[in-house]
């Protein structure tokens, strides 16, 4: 439902932004929202910004984070809870050595990488200690990327204002230079092309930047900051769960111990799955 709810809202914006955009009259959209030289300012200034602030592995955050928006769902906790009181049945039944046949088998990284740690460490203080670290580790790389964004929403609109500053900089020389040149006779036509292009300059550039800002950088800074305590949650929670296999834990107790992490609705589906 994230990736679903992610473009009924692009196409929502994209249609209330080229409504706004279009002139009812003359049938066509204006052409004075698409500008060139404003769009260059301020993207370019805003990449080139963002260049300076991070290091350039990081700036793989920006693709990796546009495409985890449209391709990625939040992780299920149901699923974490089901994948953990099957491995509980598998050491009941099998013993613990049973479980190291199962990681190959598991798709998620996380419960791959704490099931291996759970087979190398025998004092579980060293198990949780690992897991804990791999789990911080994966939130700051998260908040990384998420602070990429939200800088970028912080740039776009500065260089707006710089534009804005450019464009009336272009509209006071056109008027001097206009003046000088009205004084011997000519120039009054190349003084108000000078000075549309200035304040056509200076309104768009702000209007990119608020765009860029609220309508880009800032909804995909908040879209991964969503998937992020996902995953984190999901991730606690197969911690949690590793640890009771370490405990040897019946799968009954299990259960009724990682149920806590969800909310009613998600522990009647859990229910139905389980049995």
Known sequence: ???????????????????????????????????????????????????????????????????????SEPHSENEAIEQI?????????????????????????????ALSEMMVYRDIEHLSTSLENHLNSMRLRHV????????????????GMMGTVMGLIIMMTAQVSGAQSSASGDGSGDMLSS??????????????????????????????KVLSDAEALKNEILMFGILGLKKEQSPLLLRESLTAFVNEKNKQKLEISLG
């Open 144 to 159: 990384g990327c998420q602070d990429v964004f939200n800088n970028m929403a912080s740039y776009a609109p500065a260089f």
């Open 195 to 224: 000075l549309l292009q200035g304040m056509g300059l200076a309104l768009v550039t702000t209007f990119y930047g608020v765009l860029l800002a609220n309508f880009v950088f800032i909804p995909v800074a908040g879209k991964l």
């Open 85 to 113: 009181i099957y491995l509980s049945h598998i050491q009941q039944k099998k013993g613990v050595l049973a479980l190291e046949k199962e990681i190959d088998l598991i798709s998620d990284k996380f419960l791959r990488f």
């Open 1 to 71: 439902m994230s990736k679903l709810a992610t473009l009924i809202g692009v196409f929502l914006g994209l249609v209330i932004l080229i409504l706004s955009m279009f002139d009812f009259e003359k049938g066509h959209l204006l052409s004075a929202f698409f500008n060139l030289q404003g769009l260059l300012v301020v993207l370019g200034g805003t990449f080139a910004a963002t260049l300076i602030n991070y290091p350039l592995n990081q700036m793989g955050c920006f693709f990796r984070g546009f495409v985890k928006v449209f391709a």
